[in-house]
């Protein structure tokens, strides 16, 4: 297994740099003018990119203010600054000697540490000014604060006015004598690097980045940064090899490429994000065409279609910030590729879709807060995962050719094979964990070219809304509610038929196989199907309305069944249809019909304003339609109901 790790010390009595990368050995010393201050434990500090930045802007430009930026004026109790890339703004007395108090910033020449000071001060005050988030917005010092707990050489850079002058280069081009630039070395920090050698704090190191950036002091912004992109060119196949058929298994599954091991007090951890897609490779293919439902080149970037059918679109530079950021590593290169394609895609999909916790949040802040760690359920959902996911007993995943993920502490997660755990070269066994794998194909079972049965589903045509959606099928016992809302809320979004709702429904001798919108796949048989309609207790005044939701009742019974529902499901069809007839959490029935990629969580007031969807307490889940809601079949405004007072779960369909 090949790793990286930037906690890597060389000593410069023992080791030699200039053999390995062409530059003179050059000692601590000769960058003591500045330099950052190592954080305490348990501080979030962190200022090595903004030491790193400053001292490549001082070998680039010179060392005075006047060097650093355009124009300095002194004006009042402060000066006006304008920025190499035309930026202006005005950073007082009392914001700079602040600044200066706080940064930490340490070298043997006053001079040098005083500007750098100031320029930090002028890249927090464009912070401040330019940030449409109030926390930030609100005072220099609150955003001091923040941009002291760490920043990325890439937003340093451009709020430094360098826009025009940064590059970003292979690092093996960063040699010789005189060499400097900067590489970002965890999620919010960076080393400098001089003649081939990292500098961070008091300790040098290999560096262990692809990609570093420079400054181009010409500021010829119109030469092409050549990156080895995980993708071809525009017009060509996402991988470069002699044959892109779909399908074909990855030789070197475990040595192709892993997430480099974190080093001792850094916060960040990959292994999920690696296991998960390596796990996705052996089941689909090693490129992301196999593993995505389709990819295709579109405008500065890539449209992506997950197998659950979410929909996103990341540029080249996002992709590119997630290769540079990943520290995804090994000895196959393409394998590397599509494992940092596959990041770019989960850390898109995660920017859009989790606007409730951080509104804004950039891609940047996106990844950098991803690159700390998830759990493989997240990075599984997230990855369009959720109809082929299983949640399974060691024993199953102790079986010849098992391919399973299982978490081994915190937001690490380690690869099985046949029952064995990889994790950064250990292969314990498989003893007690549950983990998770992916289902393989279900046969589409024999199609019947013509069929004298009844069909199991309406005439109505796809797409058209129930005509009443309240007593023309409602639930007729307790305990089954959220299906039966998250049936309603279907309908109402994608239309009553089931040919709407799914992706395909196909008739067999034995029965019926249903593709859902997430790519699931289930056979359910004739028997089944009227063993549904018996149990499911479903009552209204629709013939043809209650004919479709039993057979979106009993396509979800068998999806319970195959996902062992509640642990238990996997008994019997009968066993899983009880798991949705004794209460369950809101959102499991609408994952169960496919839609978990179109779910949104919602609010109780949107509903009552108008938006379709369900409304869930601990008692109780409803429909909600134009502002009124479903009881038992009859229609109850939601506005003067003790629903607005409650806190419950509100979800909608997209």
Request: glycine share 10%; charged share 20%.
């Amino acid at each position: 297994m090949i790793t990286m790790n930037t906690g890597y010390a060389m000593s410069t009595a023992v080791h030699h740099p200039a053999r390995v990368y062409g530059g003179e050995n050059k000692s601590v010393d000769s960058v003591s003018t500045l330099n950052s201050t190592e954080r305490q434990f348990g501080e979030h500090f962190d200022t090595s990119s903004h030491s790193a930045v400053i001292q490549m802007m001082i070998s680039t430009f010179g060392p005075a203010r006047a060097d650093l930026f355009d124009e300095v004026k002194r004006v009042g109790s402060g000066y006006d600054v304008t920025l190499k890339d035309g930026y202006k703004l005005h950073v007082s007395d009392h914001e700079v000697h602040g600044t200066a108090s706080a940064s930490r910033f340490v070298g043997g020449d006053a001079s040098t540490v005083e500007n750098a000071n100031f320029a930090l001060a002028v890249f927090v005050k464009r912070k401040q000014l330019s940030s449409s988030d109030s926390r930030i917005s609100s005072s220099f010092n609150a955003a001091l604060t923040m941009s002291l707990q760490g920043e990325t050489a890439s937003n340093l850079l451009k709020g430094m006015g360098m826009g025009r002058f940064m590059q970003q280069i292979p690092s093996e081009q960063l040699v010789g004598k005189n060499s400097v630039g900067v590489m970002e070395a965890h999620n919010f920090g960076a080393a400098l690097i001089r003649d081939g050698v990292a500098h961070r704090f008091d300790r040098q190191y290999r560096p262990d980045r692809p990609y570093v950036y420079v400054l181009d002091k010409e500021g010829q912004t119109a030469k092409p940064v050549k990156r080895d992109v995980p993708v071809a060119p525009v017009d060509g196949p996402l991988v470069d090899t002699p044959s892109t058929r779909r399908g074909r298994k990855p030789v070197d599954i475990l040595s192709g490429f892993n997430a480099a091991e974190r080093g001792f007090g850094e916060v960040v951890d990959g292994s999920s994000h690696a296991c998960v897609i390596k796990m996705m490779m052996m089941r689909f293919g090693p490129d992301a065409t196999d593993m995505f439902e389709k990819v295709t080149p579109a405008g500065d970037g890539y449209d992506i279609t997950m197998k659950d059918g979410f929909e996103l679109h990341f540029s080249r530079q996002e992709l590119q910030q997630a290769t540079t950021a990943s520290r995804f590593a090994g000895n196959n290169p393409d394998a590397v590729k599509q494992a940092n394609f596959m990041l770019a895609a989960y850390t898109k999909r995660k920017q859009m879709t989790r606007g409730d916790q951080d509104p804004g949040a950039s891609f940047e802040k996106v990844l950098s807060n991803t690159l700390k760690g998830d759990t493989e359920y997240r990075v599984l959902k997230g990855l369009g995962m959720t109809g082929f996911l299983r949640i399974v007993p060691p024993a199953k995943m102790q079986e010849q050719g098992a391919v399973g993920v299982v978490s081994t502490f915190g937001y690490s997660s380690a690869l099985v094979l046949d029952g064995l755990q990889h994790s950064n070269g250990d292969k314990p066994s498989i003893v007690k964990s549950y983990g998770y794998m992916l289902a393989e194909e279900v046969p589409d079972g024999v199609p019947v070219g013509s069929s004298t049965r009844p069909p199991p589903i309406s005439n109505v045509p796809v797409g058209v809304r129930p005509g009443n959606i309240w007593s023309g099928f409602y639930q007729g016992v307790e305990g089954n509610c959220v299906t039966v809302s998250a049936i309603k809320a279907a309908m109402m979004k994608y239309g009553q038929s089931p040919r709407g709702i799914y992706k395909n429904i196909t008739e067999t001798r034995d029965g019926y196989t249903v593709t859902m919108r997430d790519s699931s796949k289930v056979s359910l048989t004739h028997a089944e199907l009227k063993t549904a309609r018996e149990h499911s207790n479903f009552k209204g005044t629709d013939a043809g309305l209650l004919k479709d939701a039993n057979f979106l009742y009993a396509v979800s019974a068998k999806r319970a069944q195959m996902e062992n529902h509640e642990f238990r499901a996997g008994e019997s069809f009968e066993a899983a249809m009880s798991t949705l007839n004794d209460g369950e959490t809101p959102g499991d029935a609408l994952r169960r019909l496919g839609l978990f990629a179109f779910t949104r969580s919602s609010s109780v007031q949107a509903l009552a304003d108008g938006a379709t969807g369900t409304l869930a307490n601990f008692m109780h889940s409803v429909v909600v339609v134009d502002g009124a809601f479903d009881d038992y079949g009859y229609k109850h405004p939601l506005k003067s109901s003790s629903w607005m007072d409650e806190e419950g779960t509100a979800l909608t369909l997209v």
